[in-house]
Structures are given as C-alpha cells and as structure tokens.
C-alpha cells in the first residue's frame, strides 16, 4: 500500500494526479491513495506493520515514529534496489507475447492456392478433436538474475536471482498445446515422486490436460533450469535420469495407453530420449496405431541427449532439426532435400519436416495424387524475426500440424499453420499453452501494408 504525497506538501515537483499514476503502474502495488491528512494519522488509522520512508529522512525527526511506537510497528528507511524495477519487464516477458514482430509470406499462399480463411476454418475443426500425448515429461524453471559483474577471485560471472518461475515442458506442454487450441487430450508419461511431480499434476490440471502419470522411483522429474540475464541465457542445468522405464511399469504404461486408443483421433509421440518410451514400448504402441487406423506423428529430440527419429516408422509426419535427421541417418555431408529424402526412406514416413531454426523450415511431402513417384518439397522462413524465447518452438509446430493435417488439412496448410503457432510461441519468454485467440489473430485476411511488406522483400530478393 503506497502513499502519496498531495500537492500542499512543499517539495513536490510533479502533480499528484501524475505521481499516482506511475505508482499504481507498478506491479507490486496493490493500493495507492494520495495523503490528504498527515502521514502519521492515516499510519494510527490504518496500522500498517512496517512504514516505510525514503533514505533521505533516516537523520531527520520523523513523526510517523510516535505513531508506530503506539501499537508496535517498525518504521524502515529504504531507497529500494535498482532491480527491482526491472519485475515488471520480467513479468510482461512471460506473459504477453510481442506479435507485431511476426511475419506472414504471401506469395506461399498463393502458391498453394488457400487463404487465411481456409486456416481460419480448419482451426475450427480442433474443437472437440481427440488426441492423445505420450512421452516425456519435463518441468522447465526459469531464473532471471541481475548480472553483478565479474569475480575478483576468478574469471567467473556473477549474478544474483530476482525471479523465478516454472512451466511445464517437454509432451506436457505438447498436450498443453493440444488442450487449449480446442481438442480433448489424454496425456500418458512417468515421473519422479517429488515436488516437481507435483507442480507438473497441478498445472496439467489447470489446462484441462487428462494426464496419467505413472510414479517412477527410479528417477526425478526431469528439472531443466534456465539462468537467463539481460534477455539471454547463461546457464542451464538438468536434473534427470536417463534410464529406460522397467519392463513391468512399461507393460503397464502400454496397457493404460492402448485402452485409451479407442477414443481418439491423432496420437502425438513427443520424445526427449529421456526413457520413457523403450523401443519396445514404441513398436507396442505404433502397431496398436496402426490396427486402430490413427495417424500419428513423433518428435524425438537429440539436443544434449541422443536420439533417432527414424525408429517411429510409418509415421504421417516427423519433425526433426536437421542435426537430428542426421543422427538418425548418420549422414553428414548431404543437402538438405536429399537428407529428408534419406530419412524418409529409413523411416517410410508420410511426411518430414526440417525445422532449421532462423532459415525456417523444410517440408518433403507425399506426393498427393495416386502413382506419382516425385516427393515435393517447399520451405518456409521464420515468421518470428524477433524471438523472445526459441525452446519451445518444436513444440508447438507439432502440435498445431499434426492437428491440421489430421483434421483434413493438407501439408502446405498444416505447416503455415504450425509455423504460425511456433511464431506466437517464441514471441514470450517461457512454456505457455498456445493461444487459440493470438492464433485467430494471426490469421486474419492480408491487409495492404502486407502486402506492400511482401513486395518490398520480394524486390529485396
């Protein structure tokens, strides 16, 4: 609660209509008022605990202190710390997505021949569509810190926490993703009995998320701690266990999974090769798929951990980097076309797209009409020319495609549509669910300073 001095008080430069407004702009302030009475009568009034004034009056008579004594306050002197002005931005980071710095190219549009509205109406199609999430499951804490300069002792940077918070990663968030674009989800996965455990349950709760996890004691929850300054990562740190599942738990895991296949539509497989999903749990589950009819789709990433995407085999869509397709083929050398051909020969997906961070990404698709033999291929750049955030963008370009194209999209739709999702994604800083409104947002018609943009690049080009 924060008071502020009326303009009768001597000394005040500015008006108190305008000192009140920056006041009440601060995050941390639940209540301001201005003082029309003197200080110490509305602190006998309202008997705060603690009073606080600024450094400048610590040496100089104070009546506020009489006040305090009658009922046992404290009367503090502070100037606050210059960090903390900084919560707000932090804060403003996580939760609202900076989307003026996406793009929409439209000459790829006209080049598959579909319109906004087209994505407009195959979005609303996710609304009670089923899908099912099965793999890792990954709590990712964020901790902002105040640089504070190098080490006297050694070349060390150091730094100092002024928040903190924690989001759900890994398939949580893919299922996440699924739930608050509109579909029904069923998430399957295992976990640590620990408090990250806890935290995950709670917030795939809060996202309507019907998660089954079944309690592992052979490992934690995989923590990933992020130590991020001035917008940039620094440092990160995993606690995990990289060990398979035992085969009784994965028997279970696969009986749970398959009596859920009945009701559902796309089976999503999202994972970080942190053990979860054996290959002999992958093979089970794929050739349930399979007898079922349901498309499905697999993500399997190699960023610290090893992997190899191609072991989903059949799937209508892999989404690899292209490090990972190239682990997965142990091909190094090759182009960019040739190496999603390779892979989707390994692998006899449908479709494979090679997500190429800043360049964008890759699609090599299936040929649509019946007999023809030639895979196509087209690119994206990225829409996003000002990420916040990178992580989680293979998340989301997952999800929001693979709903797309299950939901009878075509691939060239399916991956704008992604691309679109990932864009929002990176545009804040953390794990959120996708927004269905910043995606409707997104997807409104071409207006001419569009299209003026577009032009200007194409001339640039």
Not at 231 to 246: A, F, M, N, P, Y
Request: proline share 4%; glycine share 6%; with cysteine.
């Amino acid at each position: 609660m924060v008071g502020v001095a009326g303009d009768h008080v001597p000394g005040a430069l500015l008006p108190a209509k305008l000192r009140f407004d920056g006041i009440t702009a601060i995050g941390f302030v639940d209540y301001a008022f201005v003082m029309n009475a003197a200080p110490e009568d509305i602190i006998r009034v309202l008997q705060p605990t603690i009073v606080v004034k600024g450094d400048e009056y610590e040496a100089k008579n104070n009546p506020e202190q009489a006040a305090v004594d009658e009922y046992g306050g404290k009367l503090m002197f502070s100037s606050g710390e210059m960090r903390f002005s900084s919560f707000d931005l932090l804060k403003r980071d996580i939760l609202e997505p900076n989307l003026s710095s996406i793009i929409r190219p439209q000459d790829y549009l006209e080049r598959h021949g579909f319109s906004m509205r087209d994505l407009r109406a195959t979005m609303e199609k996710f609304k009670g569509f089923r899908v099912t999430v099965i793999g890792d499951l990954i709590v990712d804490e964020y901790v902002n810190c105040e640089a504070l300069g190098m080490s006297q002792e050694d070349p060390t940077l150091v730094v100092t926490p002024i928040l903190q918070n924690r989001f759900i990663g890994g398939a949580g968030i893919v299922a996440s993703h699924a739930c608050t674009l509109g579909a029904e989800v069923s998430y399957f996965s295992v976990a640590g009995t620990d408090v990250a455990a806890d935290f995950a349950r709670e917030k795939l709760q809060e996202y309507n998320v019907a998660a089954t996890i079944f309690d592992d004691d052979s490992r934690p929850t995989t923590l990933k701690q992020r130590f991020r300054a001035a917008g940039k990562t620094l440092l990160r740190v995993s606690h995990l266990r990289q060990h398979d599942i035992e085969p009784k738990l994965a028997r279970r895991f696969i009986d749970k999974v398959k009596s859920g296949l009945a009701a559902c539509d796309l089976v999503i497989f999202s994972d970080f090769n942190y053990g979860c999903l054996p290959q002999a749990v992958v093979d089970e589950l794929i050739t349930a798929c399979v007898e079922r009819n349901i498309p499905f789709v697999a993500d399997s990433q190699s960023s610290s951990q090893m992997g190899d995407v191609s072991r989903f085999k059949g799937a209508m869509l892999l989404t690899p980097t292209e490090r990972e397709a190239r682990l997965a083929i142990r091909d190094y050398n090759s182009g960019l076309v040739v190496l999603a051909e390779k892979l989707r020969q390994q692998s006899r997906a449908d479709n494979i797209i090679l997500t190429l961070g800043a360049e964008g990404i890759l699609v090599h698709a299936k040929p649509e009409a019946e007999g023809e033999e030639e895979w196509l291929t087209d690119r994206l750049p990225a829409f996003n020319i000002s990420p916040k955030d990178t992580a989680g963008a293979g998340d989301s370009l997952i999800t929001c495609t693979s709903m797309a194209m299950a939901v009878g999209a075509d691939i060239w739709q399916s991956m704008y549509l992604g691309s679109i999702a990932a864009a929002c994604q990176i545009s804040r800083v953390g794990n959120i669910p996708l927004s269905s409104t910043d995606l409707m947002q997104e997807l409104k018609d071409f207006s001419i300073t569009d299209k003026l943009l577009a032009s200007s690049n194409q001339l640039k080009t």
